[in-house]
T-cell receptor
Framework: SAVISQKPSRDICQRGTSLTIQCQVD?????MFWYRQQPGQSLTLIAT?????????ESGFVIDKFPISRPNLTFSTLTVSNMSPEDSSIYLC???????????FGPGTRLTVL | DAKTTQPPSMDCAEGRAANLPCNHS???????VYWYRQIHSQGPQYIIH???NNETNEMASLIITEDRKSSTLILPHATLRDTAVYYC??????????FGAGTTVTVRA
């Protein structure tokens, strides 16, 4: 398995501001993923972040709104920019680990935008 | 889009086996079936995965039909702590997980 931590665990923000979410893994991984879970909904993949290259975004998500950094093999950040109440969600990072690329998830960051 | 179909909800009795079905009729030959669960908005927890053989670990068993078009997750002795949303996912070759709505499992005393 993998030990994954996220900071902050939750936050309440004002519209128009930005929040950067950190994801730290206990050992080196190649692929990291960022997901969003809107209230009452399932998880939706935002982007895939590989170290040394730009993140690959899924349809409906753009870099200007969700810039991602991946400075090394154990860390990544996701920024939610110019927030609106519609951005209120749980944001989760995950990593691939193991011989068959099992994906493990962090505890999530619960964001509320007022 | 999710490639699986699951019942939206099911109840089971504490101490009994819980059998969770999943249909994945369009699965291709090298795609794995993964099961995760999510307890009350925590991060999803990996349970088990398989390709074509049945698999068992300390949490559950996974039974995959011979044609691979469906599978069943078995929780052998359900406890109240197993109450969660269970997701059956066919993972594609670029390692992405596509989550559907899952099955809300409620274990009752």
């Amino acid at each position: 398995s993998a030990v994954i931590s996220q900071k902050p665990s939750r936050d309440i923000c004002q519209r128009g501001t930005s929040l950067t979410i950190q994801c730290q893994v206990d050992s080196q991984v190649t692929m990291m993923f960022w997901y969003r879970q809107q209230p009452g909904q399932s998880l939706t993949l935002i982007a895939t972040a590989n170290q040394g290259s730009e993140a690959t975004y899924e349809s409906g998500f753009v870099i200007d709104k969700f810039p991602i950094s991946r400075p090394n093999l154990t860390f990544s950040t996701l920024t939610v920019s110019n927030m609106s109440p519609e951005d209120s969600s749980i944001y989760l990072c995950s990593v691939d680990r193991g011989p068959k690329y099992t994906q493990y998830f962090g505890p999530g960051t619960r964001l509320t935008v007022l | 889009d999710a490639k699986t179909t699951q019942p939206p909800s099911m109840d089971c009795a504490e101490g009994r086996a819980a059998n969770l079905p999943c249909n994945h009729s369009t699965i291709s030959g090298n795609e794995y079936v993964y099961w995760y669960r999510q307890i009350h908005s925590q991060g999803p927890q990996y349970i088990i995965h398989g390709l074509k053989n049945n698999e068992t670990n300390e949490m559950a068993s996974l039974i995959i039909t011979e044609d691979r078009k469906s599978s069943t997750l078995i929780l052998p002795h359900a406890t109240l702590r197993d109450t969660a949303v269970y997701y059956c996912i066919v993972r594609d070759n670029d390692y992405k997980l596509s989550f559907g709505a899952g099955t809300t499992v409620t274990v009752r005393a």
